[in-house]
């Protein structure tokens, strides 16, 4: 395949799906990963994707228009959701019992975890896998429910019931966009399920990597003015600190 065809499979395969990874890209047309990536940046120098960590995403891509798979979501920003991870499983204490939600970001928080005298609580089966395999001398609890294939996550009416029993010190919801005061998912279902538990939460905090500021989704779960603070990467731009440091505390 010539390199001009090659960069237009790679712009329809990016409108297409929205966010493609460098792996897909690789497979789909058999050439390296590190011609992808070349591809990826002269694609985006042309302004025809959005450069992002591990892909492309299509420049008409927003947060609320599709929402990405969960293969998808792992491919993109690693390094910030590693950050990300780090930061919560430092403010995780021994004797806490803690709920951690779905999202890419908390299912990496079990490679950093320290502290093994901690009860954790999910609703995510990615989530309390990692756990299992990494840590199996903790004790972590599934809440059962109806599964969404989508994400992992146990929601409805059986998982919200048994939330509504529970007590945490600490909770971390990862969303899919912060715009203003604003929390917002792409999922009713998940979440009633997040705000839940926070509600039940001693200390809450949101989850998200720069991306999602000034990004609204379907679904409005929460206010950031009602949590303790929003749990982020390096590199949020400081207008974005400034801002959101009007709602909550912002932890980088």
Known sequence: MLKNE??????????QR????????????KVSSMTIRRDLDELATDNKIIRVHGGAQSVNFQVGSKELSHTQKRALNKPEKAQIAKIVSSMINDGETIFLGTGTTNELVAQYLKVKNVRIITNSLPVFEGFRRTHPEIDIALVGGKLREYSGAFIG???????EQ???QKSFISV???NNNKVTN???DEGQMQKLALDRSDQKYIVADHTKFDQED?????????????????????EFVKKY???TRIIK
């Open 6 to 15: 090659r960069l237009r499979e790679i712009t329809r395969l990016a409108n």
């Open 18 to 29: 929205g966010v493609v990874s460098v792996n897909d890209i690789s497979k789909h047309l």
């Open 157 to 163: 009416s059986l998982a919200n019931s048994l939330i």
């Open 166 to 168: 529970l007590h945490f």
């Open 176 to 178: 899919n966009g912060v």
């Open 186 to 188: 792409s999922n009713p």
């Open 218 to 238: 379907f679904y409005t779960f929460y206010a950031l003015d009602n949590v303790d603070g929003l749990i982020t990467d390096a590199s949020v731009p400081n």
């Open 245 to 247: 440091e009007g709602y």
